[in-house]
């Protein structure tokens, strides 16, 4: 299994400004995945991240609204820029064990 | 990744079996079933997944149909700390795919 850490655990936030959402794992995973759940609805994910390489971005989001960083094999970054009340969420990020995925905790975004 | 059918919501008595079906008839030969469930908005929790035979680990039991176009999910002994939303999903294992989430079973269960 792989142990998750994701930082913040929520935050409040003004619109316009920009927030980086951290997520670290206790071991090296090659594909990293960004989820967005919106209040009362499922798991949508945003993008996928490979170590080295740029992120995948699934239809409706985009690398200037949701810069992604992966430096390294446990570690990942997820921006959420220029923000507006309708990207209040809760964000998680995911890695691959191979033949699970594993969850971070999320975090719980209020854009005021 | 093939799509998944579920109830939207269920109640199950404590101390009683819950039962909790999906339908994923487009399923692949490769793709297997998880199941996933997420307790009052916390990241996502594996509980079980499968190919074709039927499993069981220490959470829950997985019986799968024979044409592997259903599933069942079942939670032997429901408590109250069982309610939570249930994520039936297919995803072809091994190869880093991501996992596409319906929109789930809401799973309440009662004294």
């Known amino acids: 299994s792989a142990v998750i850490s994701q930082k913040p655990s929520r935050d409040i936030c003004q619109r316009g400004t920009s927030l980086t959402i951290q997520c670290q794992v206790d071991?090296?995973?090659?594909?990293m995945f960004w989820y967005r759940q919106q209040p009362g609805q499922s798991l949508t994910l945003i993008a996928t991240a490979n170590q080295g390489s740029e992120a995948t971005y699934e239809s409706g989001f985009v690398i200037d609204k949701f810069p992604i960083s992966r430096p390294n094999l446990t570690f990942s970054t997820l921006t959420v820029s220029n923000m507006s009340p309708e990207d209040s969420s809760i964000y998680l990020c995911?890695?691959?064990?191979?033949?699970?995925?594993?969850f971070g905790s999320g975090t719980q975004l209020s854009v005021l | 990744d093939a799509k998944t059918t579920q109830p939207p919501s269920m109640d199950c008595a404590e101390g009683r079996a819950a039962n909790l079906p999906c339908n994923h008839s487009?399923?692949?030969?490769?793709?297997?079933v998880y199941w996933y469930r997420q307790i009052h908005s916390q990241g996502p929790q594996y509980i079980i997944h499968g190919l074709k035979n039927n499993e069981t680990n220490e959470m829950a039991s997985l019986i799968i149909t024979e044409d592997r176009k259903s599933s069942t999910l079942i939670l032997p002994h429901a408590t109250l700390r069982d309610t939570a939303v249930y994520y039936c999903i297919v995803r072809v294992t091994g190869t880093a795919s991501k996992l596409t989430f319906g929109t789930g079973t809401r799973l309440q269960v009662t004294l």
């Open positions: 487009t399923i692949s030969g490769n793709e297997y």
């Open positions: 995911s890695v691959d064990s191979g033949e699970k995925l594993f």
């Open positions: 071991s090296q995973v090659t594909m």
